[in-house]
């Protein structure tokens, strides 16, 4: 039997989920998220391509693909299980803390390329140590550093290791991550949810002592494309200089920094 008047451009029945058009209203398959002739790939990309307009539960994610709702419960799970998906508040299916990370990394040269300007003016503007970490698993990891030259200073080489459990950067580097992500991050933390709650609002964090004894710091967030925190940007001190509110002294600075560097990512996107 001839169909071929029953079926959209796209070659899927008129109606379908996965049509272009129809009462289906569902997934658009673009030329670039046409099968790739490996259907647990196809079905999970179509789970990803669907949370990308926002927060989904199963049955608008079931809605969105097409797919039957036991195979996307699974994949979604599965998905979930590699943090590729994760639950907002509500228990609504979010793009995932992995794809962040991912992202991060695919333009980790251009915010290499852009930090040692930025980290030397802001070193020069604060007088302390500045730095740029970036979370890699559990631990954050500094990938620039620009050292106060002279002086009683906090020096991090590059490549350096540090907890995600302390510090103002650590603490920007968790604040904005997903539910999951969030509670994880809290636990045996050296900060609380409410402090957390206080840099999102704020859009920097400090901390005295929280990483080593005597060392003050302000962090801020650097953006990607998306919008997520790729990065932080930090100065870090002794106490002595900086004092018990540094982000009153230097938030300013470093936020601008901070803007700074996510343009320069946003730019070479």
């Known amino acids: 039997m001839d169909i071929s008047g029953h079926l959209d451009p796209t070659g899927a029945p008129l109606g379908s989920p996965l049509g272009g ?50 195979t996307v419960h699974r994949l979604a799970v599965a998905l979930a299980h590699h943090r590729f998906v994760g639950r907002d508040v509500q228990g609504r299916f979010v793009l995932g803390s992995r794809l962040a990370e991912l992202a991060s990394a695919a333009g980790e040269d251009r915010l290499i390329a852009a930090a040692g300007p930025v980290l030397v003016q ?20 500094c990938v620039a550093s620009a050292e106060r030259p002279i002086g009683l200073r906090d020096t991090i080489p590059v490549g350096t290791q ?49 990483r080593e004894p005597g060392i003050a710091s302000v962090s801020a967030p650097v953006r ?15 106490i002595e200089r900086l004092t018990r509110q540094p982000g009153r002294l230097h938030a300013e600075v470093v936020v601008q920094a901070a803007r700074q560097l996510t343009e320069a990512v946003r730019a070479g996107a």
């Open 21 to 70: 058009h129809g009462s289906g209203g569902g997934l658009d398959l673009r030329p670039n998220s046409s099968p790739s002739g490996v259907g647990v790939v196809d079905k999970a990309s179509m789970i990803l391509d669907a949370l990308e307009a926002g927060p989904a539960t199963l049955a608008q994610l079931v809605t969105a693909t097409g797919l039957a709702r036991p």
């Open 122 to 141: 802001l070193r020069d503007a604060t007088g302390e140590s500045a730095q740029i970490f970036r979370r890699q698993g559990e631990w954050r990891v």
């Open 162 to 210: 540090l907890s995600m459990k302390a510090g103002s950067a650590a603490q920007v580097l968790v604040a904005w991550e997903d539910h999951d992500r969030l509670l994880e991050g809290l636990r045996s933390a050296r900060f609380s949810a409410t402090v957390l709650a206080g840099v999102r609002r704020r859009g920097w964090a400090q901390s005295l002592g929280e």
């Open 224 to 238: 990607g494309p998306s919008g997520r925190v790729i990065a932080a940007v930090s100065i870090s001190g002794p």
